[in-house]
């Protein structure tokens, strides 16, 4: 089975070979290795989506991996949401940090297991292909692009199943047991888009129905991914 916390990191671009240090080396580090192989440095989700992302997470949340980039947001958004802070999108999000070990949110490896990373995945995957634009075409051309990135078989065959299958909401619902999780799952599919379409927005309006997170708690999900996310 493959490591399904790794490819978290590589999915939202975090934690990824010359994504570290300096931001002057770091930008250095990347520029080579782009040169050499642009499909290991970028984020998979922007392969998933090719153009439509526009949007990509910010420096600080770069040095998490992307569990902790999911679990770190969702935990913001539910701290403030508790709080009855009013959502604020356009405000610049602090330095973003991994949850608190003694919160539900913990990133440490004995609170998540392998399968709800794998749940995590999925979401993101099922919102990347919400939008219908990725057919048989598409897809082939998704697969030529991961498999140049190395990620190897195991993890190339499971991106691979989820893009050509229907998405399984209730599936996917179920992975999701507690509130967080049910955060975390819903935080994982809007980092994967910006929802610019009614199918996009449609399809988290939904996700988020089925997993019964109130509407003021969406809005400062919401809220949060857009303020760790920069323009390209």
């Known amino acids: 089975m493959f490591d399904a916390k790794k490819l978290l990191d590589q999915f939202l671009g975090s934690q990824m070979p010359g994504s570290t240090g300096s931001i002057g080396q770091k930008g250095t580090d990347l ?10 440095t970028g984020a998979l989700a922007a392969v998933l989506l090719g153009t439509k992302t526009g949007r990509s997470l910010g420096g600080g949340a770069l040095k998490l991996g992307g569990l902790a980039v999911i679990a770190g947001l969702g935990y913001q958004a539910y701290k403030n949401y508790q709080s009855g802070q009013a959502p604020e999108p356009k405000q610049a999000l602090p330095e973003l ?3 608190p070990s003694d919160s539900a949110f913990s990133t440490e490896p004995a609170a998540v297991s392998n399968d709800f990373a794998i749940g995590l995945l999925r979401a993101m995957i099922a919102a990347a292909k919400a939008d219908g634009h990725i057919d048989a075409e598409e897809r082939s051309r998704i697969m030529d692009k991961i498999h140049l990135s190395g990620l190897g078989s195991e993890a190339e065959a499971f991106i691979e199943g989820e893009l050509a299958k229907p998405t399984d909401m209730d599936a996917l619902i179920a992975s999701a047991v507690t509130e967080e999780q049910k955060v975390e799952l ?8 910006e929802p610019d379409t009614r199918t996009e927005r449609g399809y988290l309006d939904m996700l988020a129905g089925r997993l019964g997170l109130a509407d003021a708690l969406v809005e400062h999900i919401e809220a949060t991914v857009s303020s ?3 323009s390209l």
């Open 97 to 99: 940090l991994p949850p």
């Open 31 to 40: 520029i080579g290795m782009a040169k050499s192989n642009p499909w290991k």
């Open 228 to 230: 760790a996310k920069v």
């Open 186 to 193: 819903y935080t994982a599919s809007r980092l994967a888009i």
